[in-house]
T-cell receptor
Framework: GQNIDQPTEMTATEGAIVQINCTYQ??????LFWYQQHAGEAPTFLSY??LDGLEEKGRFSSFLSRSKGYSYLLLKELQMKDSASYLC??????????WGAGTKLIIKP | SQTIHQWPATLVQPVGSPLSLECTVE??????LYWYRQAAGRGLQLLFY??????ISSEVPQNLSASRPQDRQFILSSKKLLLSDSGFYLC????????????FGEGSRLTVL
C-alpha cells in the first residue's frame, strides 16, 4: 500500500528553527509537495521537490532524498503566524496525490 | 488571475437529507477539478476528479456523486446523507493531471446529525 508518515504535532518557539519530517512509500514518484493549512482554512501550496536536494524559498526550505523516501520542511525565524498544519503529499506513478495526515505546528512566544 | 469559490461554507444537515455543494473557477479554461474530504486527524481523501465537462472519476465508492455541467463548475451531491459524511469538503483545481500544485476553495464544513 501507499503510505505517507509525518509527526502528528510539534511545538517550537518564536524566532527558532523547526524541521518537519515526512517519509513515504508510494507506487512510483512524480514529486513531493508541502502545503500549509491554517485551522479552519484550505491548504495553500508551499513547495515542490522532484529532484534530490534542497529548495529554498525565503524562510522556508524543503529537502528531498528519493533513495530514502524522505523529505523535510525547514522553517526558520519562526513567527506566530506559522502556527498551522503542514501537509506532505507525494504524486505517484498515476499522477495521483497521496496525502499525509499533516503535522500541527504550535508556536510559543 | 484565477479564483476558486465554493459554497456554502458551513451546513448542518439531518441524516437522510440531500446535499449539494457547488464550486466555480474563474480565470482559467479546462481546469482539472477535484473534490476532497478531510476528516479530523487524517489526510485529504480524494473523492472525485474531472478532466473535462461530463467526465467524472470516482475514487471512493459511497453515497456521494459529482457532476460537471460546465467547464468551470463542479458540484458534489448526495441523495441521502449518512453520519459518516460529516467532514470538511474542499474543491480544488489544477492546470493539468501531472501537476501537484492545487488551488483550493475556502472549504465547506458539513455536520450530519
Amino acid at each position: 500500500g501507499q503510505n505517507i508518515d509525518q509527526p502528528t504535532e510539534m511545538t517550537a518557539t518564536e524566532g527558532a528553527i523547526v524541521q518537519i519530517n515526512c517519509t513515504y512509500q508510494t507506487s512510483g514518484f512524480n514529486g513531493l509537495f508541502w502545503y500549509q493549512q491554517h485551522a479552519g482554512e484550505a491548504p495553500t501550496f508551499l513547495s515542490y521537490n522532484v529532484l534530490d536536494g534542497l529548495e529554498e524559498k525565503g524562510r522556508f526550505s524543503s529537502f528531498l532524498s528519493r533513495s530514502k523516501g524522505y523529505s523535510y520542511l525547514l522553517l526558520k525565524e519562526l513567527q506566530m503566524k506559522d502556527s498551522a498544519s503542514y501537509l506532505c503529499a507525494v504524486m505517484d506513478s498515476n499522477y495521483q496525490l497521496i496525502w499525509g495526515a499533516g503535522t500541527k505546528l504550535i508556536i510559543k512566544p | 488571475s484565477q479564483t476558486i469559490h465554493q459554497w456554502p461554507a458551513t451546513l448542518v444537515q439531518p441524516v437522510g437529507s440531500p446535499l449539494s455543494l457547488e464550486c466555480t473557477v474563474e480565470g482559467t479554461s479546462n481546469p482539472n477539478l477535484y473534490w476532497y474530504r478531510q476528516a479530523a486527524g487524517r489526510g485529504l481523501q480524494l473523492l472525485f476528479y474531472s478532466v473535462g465537462i461530463g467526465q467524472i472519476s470516482s475514487e471512493v465508492p459511497q453515497n456521494l456523486s459529482a457532476s460537471r455541467p460546465q467547464d468551470r463548475q463542479f458540484i458534489l451531491s448526495s441523495k441521502k446523507l449518512l453520519l459518516s459524511d460529516s467532514g470538511f469538503y474542499l474543491c480544488a483545481w489544477s492546470g493539468g493531471a501531472d501537476t501537484g500544485e492545487l488551488f483550493f476553495g475556502e472549504g465547506s464544513r458539513l455536520t450530519v446529525l
